[in-house]
């Protein structure tokens, strides 16, 4: 089982989470990880929206979801890389 990647964005501007994102895209893929959890907190849900919309073009990312409930829910969400 590959490990997951976990980075935490809460508290950053949309421009320096995607920056962030990318990093960690790039970071997960160089070390063959399958998972990536983005933590971007609920808030007003700006930076949640801003990443997704990222991650719908980013040809790294096989699919994305809110981590389960009790993960932290909406407030996290749980990337699968390509392989």
């Known amino acids: 089982m590959r490990e997951v990647k ?15 994102v990318d990093q960690a895209l790039e970071e997960a893929r160089a070390l063959g990880l399958s998972t990536l959890r983005l933590l971007h907190g609920k808030g007003t849900g700006a930076l949640r929206q ?5 991650l719908r073009r980013d040809k790294r990312v096989e699919s994305f979801a809110d981590a389960p409930p009790g993960e932290g829910g909406h407030g996290v969400t749980v990337v699968a890389l390509r392989p």
């Open 6 to 20: 976990e980075v935490d964005l809460r508290g950053l501007t949309v421009a320096e989470a995607l920056l962030e």
């Open 50 to 54: 801003a990443i997704r919309e990222a």
